[in-house]
């Protein structure tokens, strides 16, 4: 079956240093990946999305590679704020009238000032 | 050993029916969560119960009654289903109702009102 395993966290840094969040996969076919992000209290986001292999996701200084050759779907930020502290999800799509979205477990990064 | 499943995948029916979702986890969880799935991919929170009881309740017609029977189980009943209603809706649950806790998520049942 599909899954996604996403990096342990919580994971904590300063203010603007370098994030990476990993992400595997295992999926049967070719799926669409996305990771999402989650603010106290609040739903999920789709925060960006790669449909098929090389594709490059980013949104708000936030980039994924999607990696078919090692299954990865890799979160990375250049410079974090203290506004990014959130639960960040990877999950992988199929589409159509078998519709599946299979979801990581979630990273928790805390961004100190 | 699926941890968090959801009953039926799919769900087709008319206008003006009552129907009902169905979670389930084992992994001895005491929070879950109901979210609705929206045509942007957003996946708003619904609603969420800890030990039983309800902790999160947020602004949804209130056609949409959920049901714990006990920690392992969170049902989520519709009333006379409108076709806005048409979704993915999505079942989770976490250790406790702390924001750090991960959230394990079922497969979603696809809603389609005709």
């Known amino acids: 079956g599909n899954s996604v395993t996403q990096m342990e966290g919580p994971v904590t840094l300063s203010e603007e240093a370098f994030l990476t969040i990993n992400c595997t996969y295992t999926?049967?076919?070719?799926?669409?990946l996305f990771w999402y992000v989650q603010y106290p209290g609040e739903g999920l986001q789709l925060l960006l999305k790669?449909?098929?292999?090389?594709d490059k996701g980013s949104n708000k200084g936030f980039e994924a590679t999607y990696r078919k050759e090692t299954t990865s779907f890799h979160l990375e930020k250049g410079s974090v704020q203290v506004s990014d502290s959130a639960v960040y999800f990877c999950?992988?799509?199929?589409?159509?009238?078998?519709?599946?979205?299979?979801f990581g477990k979630g990273t928790l990064l805390t961004v100190n000032p | 050993d699926t941890a968090v499943s959801q009953t039926p995948k799919y769900l087709v029916t008319q206008m003006g029916n009552d129907k009902s979702i169905k979670c389930e986890q084992n992994?001895?969880?005491?929070?879950m969560y109901w979210y609705k799935q929206d045509s942007k991919k957003f996946l708003k929170i619904m609603f969420s119960?800890?030990?039983?009881?309800?902790?999160i309740n947020e602004t949804v017609p209130n056609r949409f009654s959920p049901k714990s029977p006990d920690k392992a189980h969170l049902n989520l009943h519709i009333n006379s289903l409108e076709l806005g209603d048409s979704a993915v809706y999505f079942c989770?649950?976490?250790?406790?109702?702390?924001?750090?806790?991960?959230?394990?998520f079922g497969d979603g049942t696809r809603l389609s009102i005709l």
């Open positions: 989770a649950s976490s250790q406790d109702n702390r924001f750090s806790q991960p959230q394990h």
């Open positions: 999926a049967t076919g070719y799926p669409s």
């Open positions: 790669a449909t098929k292999a090389d």
């Open positions: 999950a992988l799509e199929f589409g159509g009238s078998n519709y599946k979205l299979t």
């Open positions: 992994l001895g969880h005491d929070t």
């Open positions: 119960y800890n030990n039983k009881e309800l902790i």
